[in-house]
């Protein structure tokens, strides 16, 4: 079934549904005073400014349109509008985000009974798993690296904790070394893992870091907020290693299919719960079961991303070899097949071999200041063209990172700007080869 034939029957379902209660008639004051058909057609005109995430011709961020099942779904249950802060408001759709919790528990290891819940994105997920972490060790120092994503220092400066900053390796990974001698140092109560870096895609050693918890008794914090999906294929030890930390955030709304609004945080002890207990004079009476808002700092929460979630992993359940697994192994052999012709290439360089979706590439040049100059230009006449557009990022490299990979270019600047292609999407697999084609039209 296409996108609309999905759509049409999920509003089938909710008019059957509204039906069942009774005829009753709309408020005049519902009516817009204005031209609703020619005011959408405005909207689409407005919406014509959007870059083609949904096409493979688009290689830059890390966007792309939610599946046509997590859109039907999510389109059903906002016409019902549920509110997944308390039972009382989402008799449907709480119970569901509780199963799909659980399935993300067994993903990734985490043994019964563990807690979590959805959240509006991965920042309050990181935010909610550094927040507990300040509770259980307060005036302590969160350690991540300079390549983890920014959230975690700008959550730790919105929690007044102490954040620490280490250097990460030329490929990527956080140094170990540098995260241990911090925690040797005294004062440092959690560090955070990122299994798949927003920048290259980089795998932390996850595994080695259990001896730190082991040794110096930190928690760990794992941020798979874009990586943590690949947990399925079981490519990396670092991925079998995140059900002994003590915490896991992962975004549904990337490689889960699903729209934004859609992150998740889950916690190895349930007994962490106790942090968010609180009373409210009007909520949670219909049911003695556990109410999701008593675990949240959030309190509304669109019950719609539940249900699009659920429905989105029964059609593409959390297996290696059979629902989203598969989608994610096409992913990974689009940037294997990407980074086997850039090494070919007489006009490109790969920057490292892709550990996850994530190219990192560059224009053959002499110099880190033509490199920059020339990224530069590929990525601005790429979208320009209007004929055959291809849309790409860049990153912005520090120069003595660079120079170790790449001793042989000639260092005349602090940093060197390089390119980057998130090949998220299942369709980039059999894009590969018009892809290069299209690189080696603008390198000319």
Not at 12 to 41: I, Q
Not at 158 to 183: H, I, N, T
Not at 410 to 439: G, Y
Request: with cysteine; aromatic share 8%.
């Amino acid at each position: 079934m296409d996108r609309r034939e999905l759509i049409d029957q999920a509003l089938r379902g909710v008019e059957a549904w509204e039906r069942k209660w009774g005829p009753f008639t709309l408020s005049p004051a519902s009516e817009p005073d204005v031209d609703l058909p020619a005011l959408l057609d405005d909207y689409a005109a407005r919406m014509d400014a959007s870059f083609p995430f949904f096409h493979p011709r688009y290689a830059g961020q890390m966007l792309k349109p939610p599946h046509p099942v997590a859109v039907a779904a999510y389109l059903a249950a906002m016409v019902v509008n549920p509110n997944n802060h308390a039972l009382d408001a989402s008799q449907a759709t709480s119970p569901m985000e509780v199963e799909v919790i659980a399935d993300l528990a067994r993903m990734f290891g985490f043994a019964q009974p563990s807690l979590g819940h959805l959240t509006s994105s991965g920042t309050i997920a990181n935010l909610e798993a550094l927040w507990v972490a300040r509770e259980l060790a307060p005036g302590k120092a969160v350690v991540h690296s300079r390549d983890a994503h920014y959230t975690h220092g700008r959550m730790c400066q919105v929690l007044g904790v102490e954040s620490r900053a280490v250097p990460a390796l030329p490929d990527g990974r956080v140094d170990l070394s540098a995260v241990e001698a911090e925690v040797r140092g005294g004062g440092v109560g959690t560090v955070v893992l990122t299994p798949g870096t927003t920048g290259l895609g980089a795998v932390d050693d996850i595994q080695q870091a259990l001896a730190l918890k082991e040794q110096y008794g930190v928690r760990l914090h794992v941020d798979g907020a874009y990586g943590g999906f690949y947990t399925l294929l079981g490519e990396y030890e670092a991925y079998r290693a995140i059900g002994s930390c003590d915490s896991v955030v992962v975004d549904p709304h990337k490689h889960g299919l699903q729209p934004y609004g859609c992150g998740a945080v889950l916690f190895a002890d349930p007994a962490v719960g106790r942090f968010y207990q609180h009373d409210s004079p009007y909520t949670y009476f219909t049911s003695d079961e556990l109410h999701l808002g008593e675990i949240s700092l959030e309190c509304s929460r669109a019950g719609a991303a539940a249900g699009a979630l659920w429905l989105t992993l029964q059609a593409f359940p959390l297996e290696r070899d059979h629902g989203l697994g598969r989608l994610l192994a096409a992913c990974r052999r689009a940037a294997s097949d990407f980074a086997g012709l850039l090494r070919e290439s007489d006009r490109f360089a790969l920057h490292l071999e892709p550990s996850l979706d994530i190219v990192a590439y560059w224009p053959r040049r002499a110099r880190m200041s033509e490199i920059t100059e020339a990224a530069n230009a590929i990525l601005r006449n790429g979208m320009a063209d209007k004929d055959n557009p291809l849309y790409l990022s860049t990153l912005r490299v520090d120069a003595d990172a660079f120079a170790a990979l790449h001793p042989d270019v000639e260092r005349d600047a602090e940093t060197v700007t390089i390119l980057r292609s998130v090949l998220m999407k299942p369709e980039h697999e059999a894009w590969i080869p018009q892809l290069k084609q299209a690189l080696d039209r603008l390198a000319e």
